[in-house]
């Protein structure tokens, strides 16, 4: 098999790039070692920027996302006592979209064979070669049989846990890692949430968010240790815990109910350099992750799509190579000022083993100062939104 391009990974970043790439005539082929339906099955994100929309919206694949998505204005966070509510879209003119990640990888999945995007799924031992050179190719399996797909570039969108960043030599590469001493106890309910728009909370007994899905599908998640299990957290548990540590006011407005997901996800930042290496992009989770606090793991892998959809159509459709040169250090720029505002939200709100009590009266200085400050919201507003591409 041949193609220009060569994705490795059908989630949303991969079937992105492989939409607008089709969209100006070029041909890709994506290789997915996951069936549709277990890729659909992931649960992930669910808060969209604007760069991410906006891409949607280019594409014409935002029929489900007008009629379904959610339009917030803005969030809050809590103290324990109070909501400080920022006002995204007053301090920006813009707002953010909650619709989950599993949505917008079902309609670009569902629109692929009419628009030409080449997937091929259930594809195991997926390996990378002559990244170095003007012809790459992918070798795999598939229905028992080994398969080779050529390519004039290779792009990895597999996650963190994919191969296509461990094709990049150790010599030429440097990775940086924050590794988070809690988790996130994550339960999606089909109850009413709380609030119309989320909540972070900051408490004494650790951080809390109020989510959700849908108008009647929410997603809540609590702080645990790393050792904690999930079968140790009955329903009844959570949202004890949960309801004390949003607050009397959104606390009192929750809505119990029986889980449908519930999981234990650990946090860390982690940021692989560079992100191109000879004919091999990364994309997305294989470069970086973010804690979820700042809601950028999706949008942080729709703005490189974005990046990397222009810098390969200018190098097929006009030999320009200055922005296939330059997509690594231009991505980075943006992954690092995301990572700097996941981190900052992560640690200001949450409760770290072995915190002090200054640490802790530094934290409450931080929340009284952001709720008496417009510059101090402006500046969450702003990185909230998604900073500019």
């Known amino acids: 098999m041949k193609t220009e391009i060569a994705i490795v990974g059908a989630g949303p970043a991969?079937?992105?790039?492989?939409?607008?790439?089709?969209?100006?005539?070029?041909?890709?082929?994506?290789?997915?070692?996951?069936?549709p339906d277990y890729v659909l099955g992931r649960i992930r994100a669910?808060?969209?920027?604007?760069?991410?929309?906006?891409?949607?919206?280019?594409?014409?694949?935002?029929?489900?996302?007008?009629?379904?998505?959610?339009?917030?204005?803005?969030?809050?966070?809590?103290?324990?006592?109070?909501?400080?509510?920022?006002?995204?879209?007053?301090?920006?003119?813009?707002?953010?979209?909650?619709?989950?990640?599993?949505?917008?990888?079902?309609?670009?999945?569902?629109?692929?064979?009419?628009?030409g995007v080449e997937v091929i799924y259930e594809a195991g031992d997926v390996a990378l070669h002559e990244i170095e050179s003007d012809a790459p190719y992918l070798t795999f399996?598939?229905?028992?049989?080994?398969?080779?797909?050529?390519?004039?570039?290779?792009?990895?969108?597999?996650?963190?846990?994919?191969?296509?960043?461990?094709?990049?030599?150790?010599?030429?590469?440097?990775?940086?890692?924050?590794?988070?001493?809690?988790?996130?106890?994550?339960?999606?309910?089909?109850?009413?949430?709380c609030d119309h728009e989320l909540i972070y909370a900051n408490h004494d007994r650790g951080f809390a968010l109020a989510s959700m899905r849908s108008e009647t599908r929410s997603r809540?998640?609590?702080?645990?240790?790393?050792?904690?299990?999930?079968?140790?957290?009955?329903?009844?548990?959570?949202?004890?815990?949960?309801i004390v540590r949003l607050g009397p006011e959104a606390g009192g407005r929750v809505t119990r109910g029986p889980s449908i997901e519930k999981s234990i996800a650990p946090l860390r930042s982690f940021v692989f350099e560079p992100m191109r290496h000879g004919s091999l992009f990364l994309a997305g989770d294989s470069a970086h992750i973010v804690p979820p606090t700042g809601a950028k793991g999706l949008n942080l892998a729709a703005s490189d799509v974005a990046y990397l959809a222009e810098a390969l159509t200018g190098y097929f459709k006009r030999a320009d190579n200055d922005a296939v040169a330059g997509y690594s250090d231009r991505a980075l720029a943006r992954v690092w000022k995301a990572e700097r505002f996941s981190?900052?939200?992560?640690?200001?709100?949450?409760?770290?083993?072995?915190?002090?009590?200054?640490?802790?009266?530094?934290?409450?200085?931080?929340?009284?100062?952001?709720?008496?400050?417009?510059?101090?919201?402006?500046?969450?507003?702003?990185?909230?939104?998604?900073?500019?591409?």
């Open 46 to 115: 669910g808060v969209l920027e604007r760069t991410t929309t906006d891409l949607l919206h280019r594409l014409g694949l935002d029929e489900r996302l007008n009629a379904e998505g959610l339009p917030h204005d803005g969030f809050a966070l809590a103290d324990g006592e109070r909501l400080i509510r920022i006002d995204v879209k007053g301090l920006t003119g813009h707002n953010v979209t909650v619709y989950g990640q599993t949505e917008v990888t079902r309609d670009l999945m569902a629109a692929a064979a009419d628009r």
């Open 220 to 242: 809540y998640y609590v702080q645990v240790a790393l050792d904690e299990k999930v079968e140790d957290w009955s329903d009844e548990r959570f949202w004890d815990e949960l």
């Open 141 to 193: 399996t598939k229905d028992g049989a080994e398969q080779r797909l050529d390519a004039r570039f290779v792009v990895g969108c597999d996650g963190f846990h994919g191969p296509s960043r461990k094709a990049i030599p150790a010599s030429v590469a440097r990775a940086y890692e924050k590794v988070y001493p809690f988790g996130w106890l994550g339960v999606l309910a089909d109850v009413p949430p």
């Open 14 to 35: 991969g079937l992105l790039l492989g939409h607008l790439l089709r969209a100006e005539g070029i041909a890709v082929t994506i290789v997915e070692r996951a069936s």
């Open 343 to 389: 981190w900052q939200l992560t640690t200001l709100m949450h409760r770290f083993p072995g915190q002090t009590d200054f640490d802790r009266r530094i934290q409450v200085a931080e929340l009284d100062y952001i709720a008496r400050s417009e510059a101090a919201r402006t500046a969450i507003a702003e990185n909230y939104i998604g900073l500019p591409l």
